[in-house]
């Protein structure tokens, strides 16, 4: 069973390394969810990680409807991400009915050979997501990240559980959001996951000795608890050798 940790910098992505994630999802951005990281963040990454690196690949916070400024952004984003060696990529682009853009979606899996694509939590976005499905497969990603259209992975269950059944395992569906050590072999039991993806997140602590008072502000920034994804590398673990044996 793999485990995808959210990297929002780079001691989050060797913390995670370390903890045994198997992939991680680079990304800027936590307040808005997830954006599109800097060249250097992605060079910086592809340096330290010897597991596979999939690239969000969002120009701004917000709706998944782009202009044509920022489809050109995201295509030259992906363009980097080959360049840079890249496993994979993160993506999504909606229409204003909540459909997938097929068209677009085609354009950037198309230019991102070969790497891999994660269709991202516009899903949760989508009219229809059992049609989305569909069309999704048909486009060729690799697998969608989904709550299964609620807040929280662990709300939307039985929405989940149905979109491994009618996948079939043509593609991945991948459980993400409020994932933690506490209910991680739960989702993965009640959904027939493969895969889940967390953030593992927690704030740091601002380390500078000199704080202007007068500016109140914390400078805390977001990184990964190192101990949670090893906790939930060790459920993971377990929880596989337990259906190994019931086999």
Do not use: W
């Not at 969002?58 to 496993?87: H, Q, S, W």
């Not at 070969?114 to 999704?136: C, G, K, M, Q, S």
């Not at 991948?174 to 927690?202: D, W």
């Amino acid at each position: 069973m793999k485990l995808e940790i959210i990297g929002f910098n780079i001691e989050s992505c060797i913390a995670a390394q370390k903890a045994g994630a198997d992939r991680i999802e680079l990304c800027d951005g936590p307040g808005e969810g997830g954006t599109t990281p800097s060249y250097g963040f992605i060079k910086a990454a592809r340096k330290v990680l010897n597991i596979d690196l999939y690239v969000m690949i969002r120009p701004r916070g917000g709706d998944f409807l782009y202009t044509n400024e920022e489809f050109e952004i995201m295509k030259a984003d992906v363009a980097i991400c080959k360049e840079l060696g890249c496993e994979g990529i993160v993506f999504g682009i909606l229409t204003k009915d909540g459909k997938v853009d097929k068209k677009r979606c085609k354009e950037i899996i198309d230019l991102a050979y070969p790497l891999e694509a994660t269709f991202h939590r516009a899903f949760d976005r989508v009219a229809d997501p059992f049609e989305a499905l569909e069309e999704i497969v048909e486009l060729g990603f690799e697998r969608i990240l989904t709550s299964g259209l609620k807040p929280k992975a662990d709300e939307g269950i039985q929405t989940i559980f149905e979109l491994i059944f009618k996948a079939n395992d043509r593609i991945i569906i991948m459980p993400g959001s409020g994932i933690t050590s506490e209910n991680i072999v739960s989702i993965a039991e009640n959904t027939g996951a493969k895969e889940l993806h967390s953030s593992a997140s927690i704030l740091e602590e601002s380390k500078t000795g000199y704080k202007n008072t007068a500016m109140n502000e914390s400078l805390t920034h977001v990184t990964v608890n190192n101990e949670e994804v090893s906790k939930m590398r060790k459920l993971l673990n377990e929880y596989e050798a337990s259906l190994k044996t019931e086999i």
